[in-house]
């Protein structure tokens, strides 16, 4: 079910995987940001949606993981054009799903079927999106959970849908990830809201600056230890140790982040 957060602006948390959809409604149009993991899911998705507003939608995706842009083909085939990153959308494909397929075998039977959608409307660095006396701002601070995060700032309403730049119900997730720009990342995200921001997460419940301030120091730290565990030579296993995050969670970051500093 959609919650309205703000004026206009609804968040559906969804239980499977506890990711966040997030309706934005304007006088002319409406958007929605991530469209969840299945066809399934983004038919109830898109019948919340209807429930609230019958104006024409928007998508756009926040990245290119599969449980926020696979609902794609149920939109487009309403006619809603789709936004996201121009490197997101080069990586949601047929090897994405295999890959899903693989790593979630209890959603198997339904990613199976998924047409993977890419985005056709391209974002390098901003885009401005008008819904009808309410913009939408989209914008790529740099790379972080993955290499094309977007972000959709909502001004009038004090919103940002961060997607998974921010995290409540977990921590970040570092499989694709770039560890050692994530915080630069965060902290220009940071430099764009205030202290009454809501943020939508990727997961979980809606966040402040605050929390968003200090999950970018607990990235810092990790970044810091990356930079500083390679000068010394130390193993992996040993940085990952001294993280803020959980061992299983952080030792991705740091064989992520020891690649890219020894790259020729």
């Known amino acids: 079910m959609l919650r309205e957060i703000a004026a206009g602006v609804h968040v559906l948390r969804h239980p499977v995987l506890d990711v966040n959809a997030t309706l934005v409604v304007g006088g002319e149009a ?4 991530d469209t969840l993991s299945t066809a399934a899911q983004a038919r109830d998705l898109l019948a919340a949606v209807r429930r609230v507003t019958p104006l024409p939608v928007l998508v756009v995706n926040t990245h290119h993981h599969f449980d926020h842009c696979f609902g794609n083909a149920v939109f487009a085939a309403g006619g809603a054009p789709i936004w996201s990153h121009e490197e997101a959308a080069r990586l949601v494909g047929p090897a994405l799903r ?3 397929v693989h790593e979630h075998p ?3 039977a339904d990613l199976v079927a998924v047409t993977p959608t890419p985005a056709t409307r391209l974002v390098r660095t901003a885009a401005e999106l008008d819904l009808g006396d309410r913009p939408v701002r989209l914008r790529h601070y740099g790379r972080g959970h993955s290499i094309g995060d977007l972000v ?4 009038d309403a004090d919103v940002a849908v961060a997607g998974d730049l ?3 119900s977990g921590p970040p997730q570092f499989d694709d990830a770039f560890p050692l720009e994530w915080p630069d990342t965060v902290a220009a995200l940071l430099t764009e809201i205030g202290p009454q921001t809501q943020v939508v997460p990727g997961h979980g419940a809606v966040v402040t600056r605050r929390f968003v301030a200090a999950q970018h120091e607990q990235l810092a730290a990790l970044a810091w230890l990356i930079r500083e565990g390679d000068a010394d ?6 940085v990952a140790a001294k993280s803020p995050f959980p061992l299983e969670i952080s030792l991705p970051a740091v064989h992520r982040g020891y690649l890219q500093l020894n790259q020729a």
């Open 106 to 108: 209890d959603l198997a």
């Open 98 to 100: 295999d890959r899903a």
């Open 152 to 155: 959709a700032l909502v001004p």
């Open 166 to 168: 921010v995290e409540q």
């Open 233 to 238: 030579g130390a193993p992996p296993e040993r």
């Open 30 to 33: 409406a958007l929605v940001a």
